[in-house]
Structures are given as structure tokens and as C-alpha cells.
T-cell receptor, first 115, second 109 residues
Framework: DAGVIQSPRHEVTEMGQEVTLRCKPI?????LFWYRQTMMRGLELLIY????????DSGMPEDRFSAKMPNASFSTLKIQPSEPRDSAVYFC?????????????FGEGSRLTVL | EDQVTQSPEALRLQEGESSSLNCSYT??????LFWYRQDPGKGPEFLFT???AGEEKEKERLKATLTKKESFLHITAPKPEDSATYLC??????????FGTGTSLTVIP
């Protein structure tokens, strides 16, 4: 079974450029999460989708960040314009929630460096 | 506010030296507590889910326990391959997952 697939694995860009990160969740999972990980702050929840609908985006840092989930098999996280402080590893994770909550399955992450 | 605190931040053990990692939490309605292992350059890998106080789960040299305010990850006779960062997370009634900052474990041969 394929796990959560993220692309690109590494992105180096210059300040002010647009960055788009992509995620394909595990087939059949109904919840999708975007996280940002830094040494200082650990894993921070950015946004959470359930059945393709954004449920909680209170962790999105500011209007420069946006996320979409047009269908059950694809999600994007966009940063426009990017800034050096956005440099981090961005993880996508999915879960199957039924009666009990399911565990998160993570992708390998997208390491973003903004110069 | 939902919060997860892990201690210690870092732990160095000799091979075979057992110890415990702590995860204390405050959450508005616990739906589950999760332990993950993360290796450098990788995404977190699921280890255990605990749903209610008193519950215990075991996997090889790892055992996770849960009380109403904290969880422990006990490592018995660790090996160098157990070196990793161990993350604790809680899922609240709002369905968000909140992670602690992790414990970096180094097991010395």
C-alpha cells in the first residue's frame, strides 16, 4: 500500500516567490492534516480537513498561507509570497476516523528553504 | 487551551539501561493519546494509541501507559537502534491533533 505522498521533497526558493506543496493522502482516509516542523516550535498544526472540508485553519500563520483539498485524493498548501521565516519541514498526514479516532499516517515531508 | 508537554527534552542511555519518557497533557476532552517515533529526515511513525486511563500497550522493548493527566513510554533494555525522537500527541473532542516537542533519545553501545 502506498503511504502519504508529498512533493516536492525539497524546495529552495527566494523570498517573495510562490511555493506550492502537494499531498496525496492514503486512499480511503477521510481526514487530512498539514503540519509545519521547526527545531524551535516542533510540530505545529496548520489546518485540518475532514471529508475534503476545512474544519480548523486557526493554525495558519497569516493570509500568505492557503490550503485546498479539491477532492479526496489531493491537497495543496500554498505560500504567497514566501519569507525566510517560512523555512521549515512541512508534513502532510491522513487518518481514517470512524467510531474511534484513527492514528495519523505521515508523509516524508517537504523541506522548504526560503532565501 | 490544549497543551502537551514532554520531558526530558533529551535522554542519553547506555545500551540495556531502562528508562521512561513522560508526556503530560491538558485537553478539552481526550479522544486518544498517541506515541510516535521520528528518525532524522523522516516523517513521524506511529507506535501506539491509548484511549482511556489505565490502558497499556506494548511493542517489543516499548510499553506505553496512560493516566488522566500523563502518559509514560517505558523503554526496557534499549538498543542503539531505538535512538530517535519520540513524540506524544493528543486528539481532542475538536478532532485536532496536538503534538509535544518530543524527547530525543540516544542509546550508546
Amino acid at each position: 500500500d502506498a503511504g502519504v505522498i508529498q512533493s516536492p521533497r525539497h524546495e529552495v526558493t527566494e523570498m517573495g516567490q510562490e511555493v506550492t506543496l502537494r499531498c496525496k493522502p492514503i486512499s480511503g482516509h477521510n481526514s487530512l492534516f498539514w503540519y509545519r516542523q521547526t527545531m524551535m516550535r516542533g510540530l505545529e498544526l496548520l489546518i485540518y480537513f475532514n471529508n475534503n472540508v476545512p474544519i480548523d485553519d486557526s493554525g495558519m500563520p497569516e493570509d500568505r498561507f492557503s490550503a485546498k483539498m479539491p477532492n479526496a485524493s489531493f491537497s495543496t498548501l500554498k505560500i504567497q509570497p514566501s519569507e525566510p521565516r517560512d523555512s521549515a519541514v512541512y508534513f502532510c498526514a491522513s487518518s481514517l476516523d470512524r467510531g474511534e479516532v484513527g492514528e495519523l499516517f505521515f508523509g516524508e515531508g517537504s523541506r522548504l528553504t526560503v532565501l | 487551551e490544549d497543551q502537551v508537554t514532554q520531558s526530558p527534552e533529551a535522554l542519553r542511555l547506555q545500551e540495556g539501561e531502562s528508562s521512561s519518557l513522560n508526556c503530560s497533557y491538558t485537553v478539552s476532552g481526550l479522544r486518544g493519546l498517541f506515541w510516535y517515533r521520528q528518525d532524522p529526515g523522516k516523517g513521524p511513525e506511529f507506535l501506539f494509541t491509548l484511549y482511556s486511563a489505565g490502558e497499556e500497550k506494548e511493542k517489543e522493548r516499548l510499553k506505553a501507559t496512560l493516566t488522566k493527566k500523563e502518559s509514560f513510554l517505558h523503554i526496557t533494555a534499549p538498543k542503539p537502534e531505538d535512538s530517535a525522537t519520540y513524540l506524544c500527541a493528543v486528539r481532542s473532542t475538536g478532532n485536532q491533533f496536538y503534538f509535544g516537542t518530543g524527547t530525543s533519545l540516544t542509546v550508546i553501545p
